[in-house]
C-alpha cells in the first residue's frame, strides 16, 4: 500500500486544469504557433518507439515556460509581475528564496556567515536581479516540470486532443514511420487504465474479469499509412472486432467515457 502511494502524484488541479486548457486551445486553435516536432527532445526516438518523455510532454513543456516566462519578460515589466510566481510557489510548496532573503545570501560572508541588514533600498535595488536572474529560472525548473506531470496526466486521457495533435505531427513529417513491433510493459499497463479496460470505440470490456473473450490490441489513432507514430499520445487500446474493422487510412478513435451514474 505504501509503495503505490509513493508513486501518486497529489495534484493541484486549479492550477492544472488552467495550463492543460491553455496547451488544449494550442493543439485545436493553434495557439503559440508551436510545431510539435519542432520542440521535440528526441524526435528520431520519439516517433519511432514509445518513450516515457513523450512529444506531448515536450509541447507542454514548451507552453509552461513560455507562459511561466511572460511574468518575467512582459511588456512594461515591474516587480509586481511576478507576484503570480509568488501564488504558484506557495501553492506547490516549492521552497524559494525571498527577496530579502536572496540579498542575504548575496552579501553573506563564506567565512563569518554574518550579512547585511536588509533595507528598502537594498531590496528596491536588488528587486530585478531577484527576478531575471534567480527566480525566473528557478519557477521555469522547479514549478515547470510539476506542471508538465500534471498537464500531461489530464491530457493524455483526452483522445479527441491525442488525435488533433498527432494530426499535426503527421502533417509537419509527411513520411512513414516505421512500426513499433514490440510494446513495454509500462505502456501496456497505462494504456489499460486510461480506457478503464475497455475498448476505446466501442467500449468493451477487455479485462477479462468476468469471461475468457477479452482479447484487446494497441492501435495507432493515425495510423502508420497516415504518417502516425509510434508516441504514446498516438496509441489506444482497442477489442479484437474494432481493430480488425479499422482501416489503414482512416482516423478512429472516441471521448465517450462511462458516467458514474
Excluded at 556567515?113 to 531575471?132: F, I, N, P, R, Y
Amino acid at each position: 500500500m505504501k509503495d503505490i502511494l509513493s508513486k501518486c502524484h497529489d495534484f493541484n488541479f486549479s492550477e492544472s486544469y488552467a495550463f492543460a486548457d491553455k496547451v488544449r486551445k494550442a493543439i485545436f486553435e493553434n495557439d503559440y504557433f508551436i510545431e510539435p516536432v519542432g520542440v521535440a527532445s528526441d524526435i528520431e526516438n520519439q516517433i519511432k518507439k514509445p518513450q516515457k518523455q513523450t512529444i506531448l510532454h515536450d509541447y507542454i513543456g514548451c507552453i509552461v515556460e513560455s507562459e511561466l516566462t511572460f511574468h518575467f519578460r512582459g511588456p512594461a515589466w515591474g516587480y509586481d509581475c511576478v507576484e503570480p510566481i509568488f501564488e504558484y510557489l506557495k501553492t506547490y510548496k516549492i521552497k524559494y528564496l525571498t527577496l530579502s532573503e536572496y540579498i542575504e545570501e548575496q552579501y553573506r560572508d563564506d567565512d563569518t556567515g554574518e550579512t547585511v541588514l536588509v533595507t528598502e533600498d537594498l531590496m528596491e535595488k536588488h528587486k530585478v536581479e531577484h527576478a531575471l536572474d534567480y527566480l525566473e529560472e528557478h519557477a521555469v525548473t522547479e514549478l515547470g516540470k510539476i506542471l508538465v506531470k500534471e498537464v500531461f496526466t489530464l491530457l493524455f486521457s483526452d483522445r479527441e486532443a491525442m488525435k488533433a495533435f498527432n494530426i499535426k505531427i503527421a502533417e509537419y513529417l509527411g513520411e512513414r514511420t516505421e512500426r513499433c513491433r514490440y510494446w513495454p510493459k509500462w505502456l501496456e499497463r497505462a494504456l489499460f487504465c486510461r480506457e478503464k479496460g475497455l475498448c476505446a470505440i466501442c467500449k468493451a470490456d477487455l479485462s477479462s474479469m468476468f469471461h475468457v473473450h477479452g482479447k484487446l490490441a494497441i492501435d495507432h489513432i493515425v495510423p502508420i499509412a497516415m504518417f502516425g507514430v509510434n508516441d504514446p499520445t498516438n496509441l489506444q487500446i482497442l477489442c479484437e472486432e474494432c481493430n480488425s474493422r479499422k482501416s489503414g487510412n482512416k482516423i478512429t478513435t472516441s471521448n465517450a467515457i462511462p458516467v458514474y451514474w
